[in-house]
Each structure stands twice: as C-alpha cells, then as structure tokens.
C-alpha cells in the first residue's frame, strides 16, 4: 500500500516558538493532504485539507494563521505551529488519499513547553 | 451533517473470545463507512471499509463489520481475540468512496486479557 512519513516524530519546543512537522507522501503523488489533531485519548479532529498549489481550506474553530500549512509539492505537505502555546500540545496525524483510499502517516507528538 | 458514535470508550475481552465493537453513525446522504486501528504513537491503519456494495465487509486482521441501514449500525467483529489485537479502533463515516472528510467516532480502546 501507498506510505505516508511524517517528519520528525517527535518535537519539543519552548513556548512562543515555531515548529514545521512535514508530512510526505512516499510512492505516489498527493494533490490533496488532511492534517488531523489528536488530543490525549480522543478522537482524530480534521484541521485543514491541503491542496497542491493552493491554498489550505481550514475546518470552523482552526486559526489559519496559527497553523500555516503549504502544500509546495505533490509529495510534500507541511504543517507550522507558529508561536506555539502548551495548548498546542498535541499528536498531529497526516494523510493523504490514494485510489479511494486514505493512508496516514505515523503522526507527529507536539510537546510545547 | 455526519456523526460517528462509539458506545464504550473501553472493552476488554479475553483471549480467544469474541470481540464487539459498537458503531452507529449518522448521515443525510447514503454513507460510507470505514473502521481503522491505532496502535500506540502511530498512525491509522485501514482495516475495513463499506462502500454501498456487500453489507457485510470483511477486512484484515479476522475482523469484519455489518451494515445495518435500520439500525445504522456498523459494528466491527472480530470471532477469536488475539492479545495482538489491543488498540484504539475508530469507527469514521464520508459522504464519499474516496474516504476523504472523514469524521472519526470518539474511538474505543480494546484490551485483551491473557
């Protein structure tokens, strides 16, 4: 099956601070790319659908200018944090689909300091 | 509007007895339906999906669901319980074949008792 990475893994930053994750599709080419946020023992919560070459299309309640997201490449997606808060302590999962189906990658563990 | 409810946050079974995981969703348009596992500090992992064909989906891992329009219902089975198959399962519905837009249920974690 079609491979999702998401880099890095884990992150740690200080408050105040920008973190990019990057989320890359291996095999194939991904016009579109979603970013979900998880919080501890909670469902996955869409953030944001990216489109190549455009502009991110954002879900009700997600600050765009907090969580910049480009989508360069047809195999590149990236997500930035900007002036993280503790709040924004999360696990942050990726995913792209491929023949009517959507893979995700490994996510991302946020901790904000 | 779609909704995705899991009942039981946690199940625990023990090895070698049935697995049930409850699922019942809501949709204003026919729905496609998905169930995906999450072992720890990883991503999603398909195991099944309905797309309006065969109501009953099988899928990997010995699991299979139903889908059950007058209930709309779509639980996931599983015969046999593998200490293997201890993870976070999240029931999604989209209005879409593609599973794009995907709206997760709360997820139920399983555990299985040697």
């Known amino acids: 099956g079609a491979v999702v990475s998401q880099h890095p893994s884990r992150v740690i930053c200080k408050s105040g601070t920008s973190v990019k994750i990057e989320c890359r599709s291996l095999?194939?080419?991904?016009?579109?790319m979603f970013w979900y946020r998880q919080f501890p023992k909670q469902s996955l919560m869409l953030m944001a659908t990216?489109?190549?070459?455009?502009?991110?299309?954002?879900e009700q309640g997600v600050e765009k200018d907090k969580f910049l997201i480009n989508h360069a490449s047809l195999t590149l997606s990236t997500l930035t944090v900007t002036s993280a808060h503790p709040e924004d302590s999360s696990f942050y999962i990726c995913?792209?689909?491929?023949?009517?189906?959507?893979?995700f990658g490994p996510g991302t563990r946020l901790t904000v300091t | 509007a779609q909704s995705v409810t899991q009942l039981g946050s946690h199940v625990s079974v023990s090895e070698g007895a049935l697995v049930l995981l409850r699922c019942n969703y809501s949709?204003?348009?026919?729905?496609?339906l998905f169930w995906y596992v999450q072992y720890p500090n990883q991503g999603l992992q398909l195991l099944l999906k309905?797309?309006?064909?065969?109501?009953l989906v099988k899928g990997i891992n010995g699991f299979e669901a139903e889908f059950k329009k007058s209930e709309t219902s779509f639980h996931l089975t599983k015969p046999s319980a593998h200490m293997s198959d201890a993870a976070e399962y999240f029931c999604?519905?989209?209005?879409?074949?593609?599973?794009?837009?995907?709206?997760f249920g709360g997820g139920t974690r399983l555990m299985v008792k040697p």
């Open positions: 995913s792209a689909t491929v023949a009517y189906e959507q893979y």
């Open positions: 095999d194939f080419q991904a016009t579109t």
């Open positions: 990216s489109n190549e070459g455009s502009k991110a299309t954002y």
């Open positions: 949709s204003s348009v026919p729905p496609y």
């Open positions: 309905y797309t309006s064909a065969a109501t």
């Open positions: 999604a519905v989209s209005d879409n074949n593609a599973g794009n837009m995907l709206t």
